[in-house]
C-alpha cells in the first residue's frame, strides 16, 4: 500500500486536541478510527487524542511513535522538501500491520505543520470508503480525493467557531506540557498570582476571568520552537531569539479562529509589549497595552525571575523586587508595579 502524506496547518489540527471534535470529524466523513500525536521530540510522538480504538495502551503508544519518525524520515528524504501539500510515501511495515490487524481498509495521513517544522500526525483509518451516502460526483469522497481534504479542512474551521472554552484550554495547555514541563509549572503560578494583582488593580469579575484564561494560554505560542532553543542550556544566539521571539505572533495564529474573547486574546498577543514602547512583536507603549495584559506583564517576569533557567539560577526575592521597582515607567505600568509590590 502507498501512503499519500497531506498537510494540514497545526491550528486546524489543533481543535482535533479536543476529543469530541475529533470524533465529529470522523463521523462526518464515515472513519472508524482516528489518532493525533503530537511530536515531544525528534524521535518521539505524543499520543493527545484516539477515538474508535479501544484496546490503545503503551504499546501502541510506542508504535506509532515509531511509524511517525518512520514517515517524517521519509518525508524529509523527498527532494529535501519540508512542507509538501501532498507526497507518496512507500510502506511502512508496522503501519500496514496495524491495518490489517484491525480490518481497516486504509489511512489517510495528514502531517501537522506548525510554520517551523512537522510537529505531529493526524491518521485516520476506515474499513469502508469514506462517506459513501454522499454522491456529489463519482469518486468525490474515494481515499485518494483531494477534494475531501478541503472539505476536511473546512469542517475543521467550522468545528473551531463552536469548540468549548472549557474543553480546549486544558488541552492546549496539556499540549505545551509535553513540550516544556518547566513552562507549564510556570504557567499555573502566574494564573493564580495575576488574578490575585487583577482584584487589587480593580479588575471586575468578568476582567478576571478573561485574565485567567489568558494567562493560561500566555505561552502556548512556545508549543512550535524546536526543543534546541526551547530547552538551550545557555543563553540564546541573535538567530535563535528572533524565532523565540516568534512565539506571540504564532500565538495568534494558533488561537484566532477559536470563539474566544478578544480580551483572552490579548495575553497571549500582548504580553512581551513593554510600557516604554520596547517591548515585541507590536512595539505597543503605554495604554496602548491593555490594562490585564500590564497587570499579567509584572507577575510573568517576576515568576521568571523567581525561578530557575537553564542559563541561570533563581534570583533572591530582594533582588527581583528591586527589578521591578528599577523598571517602572519602562518595562512596567509604574501604577500596576507599585501595586504588586505592595503585596
Known amino acids: 500500500m502507498t501512503l499519500t502524506i497531506e498537510t494540514i496547518p497545526l491550528p486546524l489540527a489543533g481543535v482535533l ?57 521519509n518525508l524529509e528524504s523527498l527532494n529535501g522538501s519540508t512542507n509538501p501539500l501532498q507526497n507518496q510515501l512507500p510502506d511502512i511495515p508496522a503501519l500496514n500491520q496495524f491495518i490489517a490487524d484491525g480490518e481497516f481498509k486504509g ?34 469522497f474515494s481515499p485518494d480525493s483531494l477534494y475531501m481534504v478541503d472539505e476536511i479542512k473546512k469542517n475543521l474551521e467550522q468545528q473551531s467557531k463552536q469548540i468549548s472554552i472549557d474543553e480546549i484550554i486544558p488541552r492546549w495547555t496539556r499540549l505545551l506540557d509535553i513540550r516544556d514541563k518547566e513552562t507549564e509549572e510556570h504557567t499555573h503560578r502566574v494564573v493564580n498570582l495575576a488574578v490575585e494583582l487583577g482584584k ?35 543563553p540564546l544566539t541573535d538567530a535563535e531569539w528572533e524565532i523565540m521571539k516568534l512565539h506571540p505572533r504564532i500565538a495568534k495564529e494558533l488561537l484566532i479562529n477559536l470563539s474566544l474573547p478578544q480580551a483572552v486574546l490579548d495575553i497571549p498577543l500582548y504580553h512581551h509589549e513593554r510600557w516604554s514602547g520596547c517591548g515585541y512583536p507590536y512595539g505597543l507603549e503605554g495604554e496602548q497595552i491593555p490594562l490585564p495584559v500590564r497587570i499579567f506583564s509584572v507577575v510573568d517576569v517576576w515568576d521568571a525571575l523567581n525561578a530557575d533557567r537553564p542559563y541561570r539560577k533563581r534570583w533572591v526575592e530582594q533582588q527581583a523586587r528591586k527589578y521591578i521597582a528599577e523598571n517602572m515607567w519602562t518595562e512596567f505600568d509604574p501604577e500596576v508595579a507599585r501595586i504588586f509590590l505592595e503585596i
Not at 58 to 71: D, N, P, R, T
Not at 116 to 139: E, Q, V
Not at 213 to 229: E, Q, R, T, Y
Request: with cysteine; glycine share 6%; proline share 4%.
Open 17 to 73: 486536541f479536543s476529543d469530541s471534535v475529533h470524533e465529529k470529524i470522523l463521523n462526518r466523513y464515515n472513519m472508524d478510527a482516528g489518532v493525533v500525536l503530537f511530536e515531544k521530540s525528534h524521535d518521539e510522538y505524543y499520543l493527545d487524542s484516539v477515538i474508535g480504538i479501544q484496546s490503545f495502551n503503551s504499546k501502541e503508544q510506542h508504535l506509532f511513535s515509531e511509524i511517525c519518525a518512520e514517515v517524517n524520515l
Open 107 to 140: 489511512v489517510r495521513i495528514f502531517k501537522i505543520y506548525d510554520y517551523i517544522h512537522t510537529s505531529g500526525y493526524w491518521m485516520m483509518f476506515y474499513k469502508l470508503d469514506p462517506n459513501p451516502d454522499l454522491p456529489r460526483l463519482p469518486g468525490l
Open 200 to 234: 487589587k488593580c480593580g479588575l471586575d469579575a468578568q476582567e478576571l476571568e478573561h485574565l485567567r484564561l489568558g494567562a493560561f494560554l500566555h505561552d502556548i505560542g512556545k508549543v512550535v520552537i524546536p526543543n534546541d532553543i526551547l530547552h538551550k542550556d545557555g
